[in-house]
């Protein structure tokens, strides 16, 4: 049987999907909108929510460094294994590349972040059009390659659960018995 993670990074694991979530689909909402004031606020709210990802991306690293995950499944494959830890420090990378490449865009766009309407988020740099373009076409990049590695991700828990019925989605969802159980 795999061992769980625990109660900690199982909460901000979830945490960060659904503040992920919520922010690519606002992302998206605001990318079709017409400027007007609630297009403005809803890019604030955009901001808000990615620094709230960085922030608990770096919550989650301090976990993690001091509380390694649990070892993977023994029934998976060496390709399986080789997967599921390419795919964790994409991700790992991304939580952090994503956010990131989105304050630079907006910096260079000449917008400075002030979290929740009332912290001003320090400015590294200064307003540049020139690179506005590409930095907003690099976060695009990023955010559709967490997408798809997000896919992945959610794909390869299903498989386990209902083709392998393993006990790796169940590390995650402590209240998931094993499918063949």
Do not use: C
Not at 79 to 102: D, M, Q, R
Not at 147 to 167: N, Q, S, T, W
């Amino acid at each position: 049987m795999a061992q769980q993670y625990t109660r900690t990074a199982i909460g901000i694991h979830w945490i960060m999907a659904i503040l992920i979530v919520a922010t690519f689909g606002l992302g998206l909402i605001v990318g079709d909108m017409k400027f007007s004031p609630t297009t403005l606020l809803y890019i604030s709210y955009h901001k808000w929510l990615g620094v709230t990802v960085f922030l608990f991306a770096v919550i989650r690293v301090l976990w993690r460094l001091t509380h390694p995950a649990p070892a993977l499944e023994g029934s998976l494959t060496r390709f399986e294994k080789i997967a599921a830890n390419a795919t964790h420090h994409l991700l790992y990378l991304l939580i952090f590349a994503v956010p990131l490449s989105g304050y630079f865009y907006s910096l260079a766009a000449g917008f400075p972040i002030v979290y929740l309407g009332l912290i001003p988020i320090p400015s590294l740099i200064g307003p540049h059009p020139e690179i506005s373009g590409l930095l907003k076409e690099v976060h695009e990049v990023f955010v559709y390659t967490m997408v798809g590695l997000v896919g992945l991700h959610v794909a390869g828990a299903l498989k386990h659960y209902f083709i392998d019925r393993d006990g790796t989605l169940a590390r995650m969802l402590p209240f998931l018995k094993r499918s063949d159980s």
